[in-house]
């Protein structure tokens, strides 16, 4: 009895041997197959090309809306539903802004005052508010054939309403509760859409889409705004950080940031500043601007190598040539004109060709050779 007990025990014992080394195989053949497919991954991912994806993708110029000519005119609610989606938005600025108590206005997708104009205004007061940069719709106005926008609060600081409170003083002089604070305010502007009768039905994104030649909705932070407003070569160069002769300062800025050096410098008669980037033993880059364009760039290598770059790299539409083209594609086919007939426009003389000639002298008059009872008298 008792061997058949003990022989009992043995085989339990055995079989549950048994058991935990087939748990220990089947764990053991587990873990080899999972780490098979972990390097087998490894593999196929190191032996694929690696893709980078851009972090800020390029944003398409919304079409504007072509207006019915019998188009209705904007609802008391649609009026409503435009103030509530615009005011308090955070926009991106495609275009310069002049400091002062007139903004743009925008019709048929041209800003005004542009080119020329606009550059004396910003040369005169300064610039409000500059291409990529955050602007605030502060205030919206619908009235006739306007949309009015306050950006950063308008040109003007509007009163709170305890500003207007006055009080009688001696002689019944009004005096203000509040302290005379000045009105102006540089950091805002504003932005006007004109519409040729009447303002239409819109939608919030048609107005967005006629509002995208001044302000971007689309653009994630400022650098993508202000990419978006400068041609292609140029916003490659930024993107790499690279300076291109013929670029302005906003565009180094850009590329480089800030200097940490700069000197200014006089060649002759022309005053010319330089900015530095790069400390030695590194590369140091020389970019010498006049104005506010890039003339030059000179690199000194680490081996001690000097290259300059003076050829014109980008060249960038002036504001002058902008509206030469837009008052030439202006002018109707069959303007008047003082050239003759079969006469070449481009070789026709121009005013400021013309040698300015003195009139003519008007002839002295002879005096008679009889004389008159007037020299008569004053002879005697």
Avoid at 3 to 23: H, K, N, Q, Y
Wanted: proline letters at 11%; hydrophobic letters at 35%.
């Amino acid at each position: 009895m008792y061997p058949a007990l003990v022989f009992g025990d043995i085989m339990t014992a055995v079989g549950w041997s048994m058991e935990r080394l087939c748990g220990f195989a089947f764990l053991a053949a587990a873990s080899l197959l999972i780490s098979s497919a972990l390097v087998c991954g490894q593999t196929t991912d190191a032996a694929k090309p690696q893709t980078t994806t851009s972090t800020a993708p390029d944003y398409q110029a919304p079409l504007a809306p072509s207006i019915p000519p019998g188009a209705p005119h904007m609802s008391k609610q649609t009026r409503f539903e435009i103030i509530r989606d615009f005011e308090t938005q955070l926009v991106y600025s495609r275009t310069t802004f002049p400091m002062g108590s007139k903004g743009l206005k925008l019709q048929n997708g041209t800003t005004t005052p542009n080119g020329q104009a606009l550059q004396q205004l910003i040369a005169l007061w300064g610039p409000s508010i500059k291409p990529g940069d955050p602007a605030h719709i502060s205030y919206v106005r619908i009235k006739d054939n306007v949309i009015h926008f306050d950006l950063n609060g308008g040109p003007i600081k509007r009163k709170k309403w305890y500003q207007h409170i006055e009080i009688s003083g001696t002689g019944g002089t009004p005096v203000p509760l509040s302290k005379d604070e000045s009105t102006d305010n540089p950091h805002g502007s504003y932005l006007e859409v004109y519409f040729d009768k009447y303002v239409p039905e819109l939608s919030p994104a048609q107005l967005r889409a006629i509002l995208y030649p001044a302000l971007d909705f689309n653009a994630k932070n400022r650098e993508q705004a202000y990419l978006d407003t400068v041609p292609p070569k140029v916003k490659e160069a930024i993107q790499a950080h690279r300076v291109l002769v013929g670029m302005s300062t906003e565009m180094v800025l850009h590329a480089k940031g800030k200097p940490p050096k700069k000197v200014r410098e006089k060649d002759g008669d022309v005053e010319y500043e330089e900015w530095i980037y790069g400390d030695p033993p590194a590369d140091v880059d020389f970019v010498r601007i006049i104005g506010d364009e890039v003339v030059q760039i000179e690199t000194m290598k680490v081996g001690g190598e000097k290259i300059v770059r003076t050829d014109k790299e980008v060249i960038l539409p002036k504001p002058e040539d902008t509206e030469a083209k837009k008052e030439e594609q202006d002018r109707p086919a069959n303007a008047p004109s003082l050239r003759r007939p079969g006469e070449d426009p481009e070789n026709a003389p121009k005013p400021s060709d013309r040698i300015d000639q003195a009139p003519p002298a008007a002839p002295q008059s002879t005096p008679p050779s009889d004389p008159g009872p007037g020299e008569m008298v004053g002879r005697r």
